[in-house]
């Protein structure tokens, strides 16, 4: 069927935002990336300058394979009057997953592989990271100044009750694993008339393999002229967890305290 016959219903996008002080709050989404191409019979080009989405991601990328399920229009950004912006998007999440090289060496990665035949790849399979793990902390433009810091975010502060302005969770990509497990991102923001959290996490689970969390947590209070980000990455094998419940494997707000420590950095990011 020529493409000019297909008939492509447009799918509504939900949207929303919030004037916060200096700020502008906003996030968008919709469906999810479709899984083949729909102007080609196998993949639009790289050079063609009317690439439909699936093949825009795809030559952006260089990957032999998308998650199941890329929300490729979803978005979250924070805009200060200084033009200051930090936002969140799966594209540039994505394009950190390592490309020719094979992380987690288990017997459902080929069954992975094996279950996602695709067409317009005619070299055979490149080694690449299945489970999409990726350390993306969100992108800041050039008007943020960044700067490690010893400080911490104030869990305690954070906890303490107050009025709910503006509230989200964001899917960015998600990937069952072939049944064997999951992979995620997603992205949250709770604005309080203190200021804003945000929440950014990729969660990943191997069945009977391994646990990974990274999360990058930004918190800003009205006062400051910083936003205080701290990025967290805890890694476990499974046969570590054996004090742990395996219902909870599945909670990643429960098995978060039983994860070791991996990684953790604070920064101080400037925006005016």
């Known amino acids: 069927m020529a493409y000019e016959d297909c008939k492509v219903t447009r799918l509504p996008t939900d949207s929303d935002n919030i ?3 200096e700020w ?4 968008s989404k919709s469906h999810i990336l ?5 102007r080609n019979e196998n993949a639009c080009s790289k050079d063609d300058p009317d690439q439909c989405e699936l093949c825009t991601y795809r030559n952006s990328l260089e990957l032999p394979h998308l998650p199941d399920m890329v929300f490729h229009k979803n978005k979250m950004s924070l805009i200060h009057k200084s033009g200051a912006e930090l936002y969140f998007t799966p594209l540039e999440a994505l394009k950190l997953v390592e490309n020719g090289k094979q992380s987690i060496q288990v017997a459902c990665a080929d069954e992975w592989k094996e279950s996602r035949p695709e067409q317009h790849l005619q070299e055979k399979f490149k080694p690449f990271d299945w489970t999409f793990s990726t350390d993306y902390q969100g992108t800041l433009n050039e008007k943020f100044r960044v700067e490690e810091t010893d400080k911490k975010i104030d869990i305690f502060k954070l906890m303490q009750q107050e009025k709910i302005l503006f509230y989200h969770d964001l899917t960015l990509f ?5 049944d064997h497990g999951v992979a995620t991102l997603s992205v949250k923001i709770r604005v309080m008339p203190s200021g804003f959290f945000v929440l950014l ?3 990943l689970r191997v069945d009977n393999v391994m646990i990974k969390m990274n999360d990058t947590r930004f918190h800003y209070e009205i006062e400051n002229d910083f936003i205080l980000k701290e990025y967290t990455s805890r890694e476990a094998k499974i046969e570590e967890l054996k004090n742990v419940p395996p219902p909870l494997f599945t909670i990643p707000n429960e098995i978060e305290k039983s994860l070791p420590i991996r990684i953790k950095k604070s920064y101080k ?3 005016k």
Do not use: A, P
Not at 24 to 27: D, K, P, R, S, V
Not at 34 to 38: G, N, R, T
């Open 19 to 21: 004037v916060f002080g």
């Open 24 to 27: 502008t709050i906003g996030y």
């Open 34 to 38: 479709k899984s083949v191409c729909i």
């Open 174 to 178: 998600e990937d069952e694993l072939h």
């Open 201 to 203: 996490r990729y969660f």
């Open 269 to 271: 990011l400037f925006f």
